[in-house]
């Protein structure tokens, strides 16, 4: 499974940017990049997903790479609902059946 | 439309029992997968059903098996439980139709083997 990289921690401000990367060096040309992340005591939520262009919706926006070895995710005004680890997958275009690889993630720290 | 719902949420058992975890998966959605989620290893992944047949499977012991039923909801068994069995169990369903769909989890069931 190809595999991700990411900080264990990063700390924000509430209402300031928030840029999480994320390096992926061994990516195929059909592998896309996925976000979740899980808030406490909750299950992970889907944030974002893309190929090679970025992608923004209502939560965040998705920077990728030309090379497409690393990516960013975007939060732009963090508020205390969101704190939580974000995790960065590689999931194959192909095939019917796949599996989440969830790495270790980056715990974001959100302060007031 | 409701989520997918996780039974029990906790529970407590001891070495040597089996337990049986159950999960419903949203409306329609004819794919369920199994996931562990532990301090140690973090999340790994169990198994995946649809459409009551299992599709693909994680690195885990024979003890962890799961089935499917034909209304798509799934349950999984860990029998001979051990003291590193103890760990979030979280199930998350998607339609099944696409590779890149979302995967939607539940809010898991915590097990604890004393």
């Known amino acids: 499974d190809a595999k991700t990289t990411q900080p264990n921690s990063m700390e924000s401000n509430e209402e300031e940017p928030v840029h999480l990367p994320c390096n992926h060096s061994?990516?195929?040309?059909?592998?896309?990049i996925h976000w979740y992340r899980q808030l406490p005591s909750q299950g992970p939520e889907y944030v974002i997903h893309g190929l090679t262009s970025n992608v923004n919706n209502r939560m965040a926006s998705l920077a990728i790479a030309e090379d497409r070895k690393s990516s960013t995710l975007i939060l732009h005004r963090a508020t205390l609902r969101d704190a939580a680890v974000y995790y960065c997958?590689?999931?194959?275009?192909?095939?019917?059946?796949?599996?989440?690889?969830f790495g270790k993630g980056t715990k974001l720290t959100v302060n007031p | 439309k409701a989520g997918v719902t996780q039974t029990p949420r906790y529970l407590i058992k001891t070495r040597g029992q089996q337990v049986t975890l159950s999960c419903s998966p949203i409306s329609g959605h004819r794919s369920v997968s199994w996931y562990q989620q532990t301090p140690g290893q973090g999340l790994q992944f169990l198994f995946e059903y649809f459409s009551e047949t299992q599709r693909n499977k994680g690195n885990f012991p024979g003890r962890f098996s799961g089935r499917q039923f034909s209304n798509s909801r799934s349950e999984m068994n860990v029998s001979t439980l051990e003291l590193g069995d103890s760990a979030l169990y979280l199930c998350?369903?998607?339609?099944?139709?696409?590779?890149?769909?979302?995967?939607?989890f539940g809010p898991g069931t915590r097990l604890l083997v004393l």
């Open positions: 997958i590689l999931r194959d275009g192909q095939g019917g059946s796949e599996k989440l690889v």
């Open positions: 061994t990516i195929s040309g059909t592998d896309y």
């Open positions: 998350a369903s998607r339609s099944g139709r696409g590779v890149q769909e979302t995967q939607y």
